[in-house]
């Protein structure tokens, strides 16, 4: 019998966050990848693209959130779901909480800069006006070993 797919899973979301992801490593970059829903649909989706447009902040989530906003009308995205390959660093964990993202859904985490609860957890701290939901690990191995072969390759070259 084959596999049902519920279209409207983490695990289908966090997937297209991967393609995403896939379209950063194409041109070498960070391959994080990510996707804002809203009612069930894909509104915004976005890939890392810090060094083709020498953008520092262009990291995949800061990209969709301004997509979102458009397709919203609003900068406030609070009906919607942010899903992302690597946990938020800090900049982009501080742009969910003023937009009022109403929950985060991440892959892997990250160590050095994470600040969705590894390193620190901005997108829940009880100082800010806002605290999004955060659900952790989805397709963990798949976001984390795409992370690890991108390094890999970066050194060996």
């Not at 049902?4 to 992801?21: P, V």
């Not at 900068?75 to 942010?82: F, K, S, T």
């Not at 009880?126 to 690990?137: A, E, F, K, V």
């Amino acid at each position: 019998m084959d596999e049902i797919i519920d279209l409207h899973s983490d695990t289908y979301f966090m997937a297209e966050a991967l393609r995403q992801a896939r379209r950063a490593w194409e041109r070498e970059e960070v391959p994080v990848g990510a996707v804002i829903v809203h009612a069930g649909r894909i509104i915004a989706r976005a890939f890392n693209q810090v060094e083709t447009l020498k953008d520092a902040t262009a990291h995949a989530e800061m990209l969709a959130i301004t997509q979102a906003e458009a397709v919203i009308g609003d900068w406030r995205l609070h009906e919607c779901e942010l899903y992302v390959t690597k946990e938020p660093c800090p900049m982009c964990a501080g742009a969910l909480v003023h937009v009022r993202m109403k929950r985060v859904i991440f892959g892997c985490p990250s160590a050095k800069d994470g600040a969705g609860g590894t390193l620190l957890n901005l997108l829940q701290h009880p100082q800010l006006n806002h605290r999004c939901d955060i659900t952790s690990g989805v397709r963990q191995d798949e976001c984390a070993q795409m992370l690890q072969a991108f390094f890999r390759e970066r050194r060996g070259a």
